[in-house]
């Protein structure tokens, strides 16, 4: 089960840096500074999430090659820490792209619900991790 999360990972990490170049290259002159600015939140949040998935990923492989005590309760609070960082990234960085390129301005509260998504992602690998020790 943990496969899916690497995956994922390693391919929202690919894409934040493909997103990162689009837009120091070929939005540069495009996009206002603020709107620039925006993206580049944007593409740093997914980035950092991204690699937070991978560390999940890893996490739930050593949770399920050691069958630790309590295994069963951590590798689902891995989960839900993965799948929290998935739509949180969705919700954060996907409204701040399209506020950056629209200027849509009701995109804008959904940023924070994608924050939320991340805090609650790293509470639950907090609770993974007390679960593993």
Known sequence: MHKWILICGAGLALLSVILGAFAAHGLKNKLDEYSLNVFQTAVQYQMVHGIALILCGLFAMQLKRLSVQGFDVGYLWVNISAISFIVGILLFSGSLYGLALTSQK????ITPLGGLLFIFGWIAFIV??????
Not at 128 to 133: E, L, V
């Open 106 to 109: 009701w995109l804008g509260p």
């Open 128 to 133: 993974a991790a007390t679960k593993y020790s």
